[in-house]
């Protein structure tokens, strides 16, 4: 058996070929099968762990070691305000998708109804985080797989979450005849053969929700050009991108007669998000 302090050192030095938060990645796989919150780990490092809990914590170790995400390992990953469950059926949601969150909440007024869709929700992430800081939206969240969509409304009824209704849809396929005052979406946007694939966590997301196309366009294509049919007249359009993919996006943009076309960065200064009016 082997302390809290030693466990984390030892682990720490394995993964650091493999992680670049390896230390992180400890602390959160032993503060999972302890059931205690990080500060423990620093308040009682001399801890021993029992057997159990020595065999638990090897076991998830060495899924991380061999790439598997910590997102899947514990079942949950932070986003904006919340902890979210994911599974191997959504994307794990990103620190950057964060940034359409909150230029979407700088337009969306706190106090009147706004009705917003949100294509794509995958764990409902952008959907859920709106919501919260916006109750008097109402959102319309769809995704094709029916996986995913389970995994976004367990984790609505987690968080009480009452202002969003989920529709199993390819992007307008089965929505209703209707104009919203926004749409929101982080679409696939990687190319099919991108190398960047078979690096990191993307392995274990599902490919559905990464790849689009030779240019990784084809769904922004799609999404864009049917879009004005359900956006009233100055109503917004953000859509996340890659952060080579802004001057394409623009130009898709335009070609459907949108205007005020804006690029925003994400907090690592890519080019992530262009937003558009109808």
Known sequence: MAT??????????????????AHLDVELLLSFILEKDRSFLHT???????????????ALFSQRLHGHPIAHLLGEQGFWSLNLKV??????????????????????????????????TGSGAIALAIATER??????????????????EENARTHQIKNIHFIQSSWFENIPPQQFD??????????????????????FDPISALTSGEDGLDDIRTIIQLAPAFLRANAMMLIEHGYDQAQAVQQI????????????????SHARVTVALR
Not at 105 to 113: M, N, S, V, Y
Request: aromatic share 6%; glycine share 2%.
């Open 87 to 120: 599974t191997p059926d959504t994307l794990i949601p990103r620190p950057e998708t964060e940034c359409l969150v909150e230029i979407a909440l700088e337009t969306i007024p706190k106090h009147q109804p706004c009705h917003l869709l949100d294509l794509g």
């Open 44 to 58: 009682w490092p001399e801890q021993m762990l029992s057997a159990e809990q020595q065999e638990k914590f090897n």
């Open 253 to 268: 943009y335009a070609e459907s007669n949108f205007t005020n076309i804006q690029n925003f960065t994400d907090y690592a």
């Open 182 to 203: 926004m749409i929101v979406s982080n679409p696939p946007y990687i190319r099919e053969k991108d190398e960047h694939l078979s690096e990191g966590d993307v392995r």
């Open 4 to 21: 809290i302090s030693e466990t984390l050192k030892s682990a720490t030095t394995q993964l650091q070929s493999s992680s670049d938060s």
């Open 135 to 152: 109750p008097l939206c109402k959102i319309t969240a769809t995704d094709i797989s029916a996986s995913a969509l389970a995994v976004a």
